[in-house]
């Protein structure tokens, strides 16, 4: 049981707020500086990156990039070579039939 008796609550008299303004839909509102949900882009999957601060940091990401980019082309170039109908990918087998027929 409790220790003592409750006690009663000051009656407080009803707070007057301002009321709401009257609702306009955002097609009808002039002058609006926000953008519409279409026009923001698409929005972003996956993790966040932060950039390196440390300048060790800094000249590895840049390695790394580099590298990076270095093997995707000799991947592409090696896939066209072997399908050949990529023609999209410069180094397959119509660019060195091609190469033959001009010379």
């Known amino acids: 049981m409790a220790q003592g008796l ?3 609550a000051k009656a407080t008299p009803a707070k007057r707020y301002a ?4 609702f306009q839909p ?3 509102v002039a002058n609006s500086t926000s953008t519409s949900s ?3 882009g698409p929005k972003r999957i996956g993790p ?3 950039a390196p601060k440390k300048q ?14 270095g093997l995707t082309a000799r991947t592409e170039r090696s896939l ?3 399908a050949g109908h990529l023609e999209m990918l410069a180094g397959g087998k119509k660019d060195k039939k091609e190469n033959q027929g001009k010379k």
């Open 48 to 50: 966040r990156n932060v």
């Open 26 to 28: 955002r097609c009808l």
């Open 56 to 69: 060790s940091l800094i000249k590895q990401k840049k390695l790394t990039k580099k590298l990076t980019a």
């Open 19 to 22: 009321p709401p303004p009257p």
């Open 80 to 82: 066209a070579a072997r």
């Open 38 to 40: 279409s026009t923001q």
């Open 6 to 8: 409750l006690k009663k």
